[in-house]
């Protein structure tokens, strides 16, 4: 599998950033306000409508409480071509889950207000959200058994700091590449 330029040049000090100019300049933006297609959950007001013949970016939300965490990994995901949503707390990652209905949930353990468990059950019980598949992304990996998160019903398991193209390879794997493709109906009959 092929990653872009810019997931292969990141490594860990990249993710690890904590002054977000850096590392939005090292992304490849040219000044230090966060990209447009990064959203936050409570700054997201209404879904994005797309036509349906047309292809359209697969959604990802990203809740982790560490905003430098956060905006790295979003930053990393929106320029492989990913739309994407940020969240604050297992809470905003439910009530953004609800309301824009992403392809994947990128989900840390530890989050104050509402705990990634917290917020897991609560996307998996309800019948709009329960199909989206969520991924633990921790940093307390010696603590944490992969097999009892499959369990509880996540669907994979990424450590922190998760390098880009580990984080890209998984994501590839799960939902496939950032474009879906134009819709059976629109593109036609299959010709013989």
Do not use: W
Request: aromatic fraction near 2%.
């Amino acid at each position: 599998m092929s990653s872009s330029p810019l997931v292969q040049s990141l490594n860990v000090s990249d993710v690890r950033a904590v002054n977000r100019e850096a590392l939005i300049l090292r992304c490849g933006g040219s000044d230090p306000v966060p990209f447009p297609h990064v959203q936050h959950a409570a700054a997201a007001t209404r879904p994005v409508r797309f036509h349906p013949t047309h292809s359209m970016p697969r959604t990802i939300l990203l809740a982790d409480d560490h905003e430098d965490n956060r905006l790295a990994l979003l930053t990393v995901l929106a320029r492989e071509g990913y739309h994407t949503l940020g969240a604050a707390n297992g809470r905003e990652a439910v009530e953004c889950a609800l309301e824009h209905l992403p392809d994947l949930v990128l989900m840390d353990l530890a989050m104050p207000v509402m705990d990634g468990r917290q917020a897991l059950r609560l996307i998996k019980e309800n019948p709009r959200t329960s199909h989206i598949p969520v991924v633990v992304l921790t940093a307390m990996a010696l603590s944490v058994d992969r097999d009892r998160m499959v369990a509880e019903g996540f669907a994979e398991l990424l450590t922190k700091p998760c390098m880009p193209p580990l984080l890209i390879k998984t994501v590839h794997a799960l939902i496939g590449p950032p474009e879906l493709a134009e819709s059976a109906e629109a593109a036609g009959p299959a010709e013989d």
